[in-house]
């Protein structure tokens, strides 16, 4: 094979490696996961189906975590003035970490009719994992309070997880049982797009994995032009 054709099948190579390095960093898989809720309200049991979307994004050493419904659910008899109503919910926890993730909101932003589905605003809380693995977020009981009242809503369908994160626990431990409980956080209240997987990381490890390959393709660089002047110099011989 000649110098130039050599030179440019190890170029070919090396940025191959690079983007076969970066293909293979983790991601998280997410699922817009239909719940069927119970509602216990102050005037008696209402039931409704809400499709549920979870998302996760690295925050420091945790990741914020945002639930979104794309349905309303429950209804009050009464119209439920501006700031009337505030919702909570906890996610179950399972896989390497477990417990429960408690998440809330801002009140509603307007009036709420009445006798109409209540839209939840998305919710969202700090996840610290203890354990290093897989783990999944699932929804579970949804509280919603409103003129001096309270609404327990909860999954009778037993929902399948709405995300899965692989995770690292501060100091590295590895994955075993435990149990994980975190208080929620106010995010502000906004629409989600339900069909896309959340931009979650671990984003250390991407940008690490992404170094390696860029590494990888300047040491394929250099290779190349190393045998690029070998061929001049022995030309010149």
């Known amino acids: 094979m000649s110098y130039p054709k050599r030179t440019a099948a190890l170029a070919s190579a090396a940025a191959l490696a690079g983007s076969a390095v970066l ?3 983790p991601a998280a898989h997410a699922d817009v996961v239909d719940v069927n809720y119970r509602c216990q309200t102050p005037i008696g049991v209402k039931s409704a189906v809400s499709p549920i979307d979870i998302k996760g994004v690295r925050s420091g050493g945790g990741y914020k975590i945002t639930m979104s419904w794309q349905k309303g659910v429950s209804s009050s008899p009464v119209e439920l003035g501006k700031g009337a109503m505030t919702p909570s919910a906890t996610i179950r926890l399972a896989g390497a970490d477990s417990g429960t993730l408690a998440v809330s909101g801002p009140a509603n932003a307007a009036a709420i009719p009445a006798n109409t589905p209540i839209k939840i605003s998305d919710l969202s809380g700090t996840y610290t994992p203890r354990k290093t693995g897989k783990v999944t977020f699932t929804a579970a009981t949804l509280t919603i309070k409103a003129l001096g009242t309270t609404t327990t809503c909860a999954p009778t369908n037993s929902p399948k997880p709405s995300l899965t994160l692989d995770v690292t626990a501060a100091g590295g431990s590895s994955s075993g049982g435990g149990s994980s409980s975190s ?10 797009s339900g069909g896309q997987l959340p931009q979650t990381g671990p984003a250390d490890s991407a940008v690490a994995l992404g170094t390696l390959g860029g590494t990888v393709l300047l040491a394929g660089a250099a290779g190349a032009l190393w045998l690029t002047r070998r061929g001049q110099t022995a030309a010149r011989r």
């Open 183 to 192: 208080s929620g956080g106010s995010s502000s209240g906004g629409s989600s």
């Open 23 to 25: 293909l293979a960093a």
